[in-house]
């Protein structure tokens, strides 16, 4: 996968410019200077950061194909449903059935 063109391709899509990249993802503009103007390949924890403000995570900047962006009332289920043991979740999972 060529990182550059993939956070070149997240950017189009949010219609943002290096410096809005910059400014979301609070990196010195030299980080992003270097990626973009040297091909310089970040490091995991820049390209976390750079994630954190796409607002994707890791595995969804690597997956192929389309991202799902979550809602914030997803991120927090999301959130909530990793703290559970698997017969919580498997009780909420029952319940989401009959819900439906």
């Keep these: 996968m060529d990182v550059l063109s993939k956070i070149k391709e997240l950017m ?55 991202l799902i962006e979550l809602t914030e009332e997803q991120k927090v289920l999301f959130d909530r449903w990793t703290a559970l043991n698997s017969d919580q979740r498997q009780a909420l999972l029952n319940l989401i059935e009959k819900m439906n």
Aim: aromatic share 10%; hydrophobic share 35%; glycine share 8%.
């Design 12 to 66: 189009d899509e949010r219609q943002w410019t290096e410096y809005k990249l910059i400014n979301e993802s609070g990196l010195p503009s030299s980080t992003i200077a270097n990626i973009f103007h040297r091909d310089t390949v970040p490091s995991i924890k820049t390209l976390e950061i750079i994630c954190d403000a796409f607002g994707i995570t890791l595995g969804q900047f690597f997956s192929e194909g389309d």
